[in-house]
């Protein structure tokens, strides 16, 4: 599945340009061939025709947004609202026609159009200082490095995700017997909720270890396919590959 990590920002508006030094540093790594890196400063239309054109399975925008936060936060931030009112994209493209762009503007707009992938993530940073300049604040400068990181730890974690998402449409399936197998699970599908939407591990790797252990002692059923199998080992493997990784982070 393709991604797209995409920096939002306003050039050279001193910390509202943090996205575009975002994405200059994260060009560098080795993301592998299924990354795409870019800037996303153009127009919130222009930038909406560009998601259409490469139609991502998952998009991370990372940016300067003023909320109200201490200056220098950082949050993370799914996007759940992929369908505005048409009254709302209608505004919204009509001050994007202008060239104009933030990060909320560009969701709206491309939310509007259907070009936003369901999951869509923001790392957001709130800004200490607006306006004309050339150089991060000493805050947005620090807060940099933690947007990265949380960038970084966003990509790692997507395919883990996507395969929850396959699994979890699959275990509402009537099809499968209950089992105790199943029931842990289900738990362990509940706490990847949880991390896609918090960020948050919680027990999923006790439950990694719950649910190998009930594959070894026989508790699945008999309902299973070959590609239930693979679904469940896959998501084992994933999580094992990641938990070094995750405590390293």
């Known amino acids: ?115 936003l992938p369901a999951r869509t993530t923001a790392i957001e940073v709130e800004p200490a200082r607006t306006g004309p300049a050339e150089r991060l604040s000493g805050q947005a400068q620090a807060a940099l490095e933690t947007a990265l990181g949380l960038v970084r730890a966003e990509l790692r974690r997507i395919p883990l995700l996507e395969l929850a998402d396959q699994l979890r449409a699959r275990s509402h399936e009537v099809r499968l017997e209950p089992a105790p197998a199943l029931e842990v699970l289900r738990d362990l599908l509940g706490e990847l909720e949880g991390l896609d939407r918090h960020g948050r591990w919680g027990a999923t790797f006790s439950l990694r270890d719950r649910l190998r252990r009930r594959i070894a002692d026989g508790d699945t059923g008999f309902s299973m396919d070959h590609l239930d199998w693979g679904l469940w080992w896959a998501l084992i493997e994933e999580l094992d590959r990641l938990q070094p990784l995750e405590t390293a982070g």
């Open 1 to 115: 599945m393709a991604v797209l990590v995409g920096g939002v920002g306003q050039l050279y508006q001193g910390d509202l340009d943090l996205g575009r030094l975002a994405v200059e540093r994260l060009a560098a790594e080795a993301f592998g061939p299924d990354v795409l890196v870019e800037e996303l400063h153009y127009g919130a239309v222009a930038v909406a025709q560009r998601l259409q054109e490469l139609r991502p399975g998952a998009l991370v925008l990372v940016g300067a947004v003023a909320r109200g936060r201490p200056p220098g936060a950082v949050q993370r931030r799914p996007i759940q609202d992929l369908r505005p009112p048409p009254e709302r994209v209608q505004r919204a493209v009509g001050d994007a026609v202008t060239g104009y762009v933030t990060l909320d503007l560009l969701v709206e707009v491309a939310a509007g159009l259907g070009a």
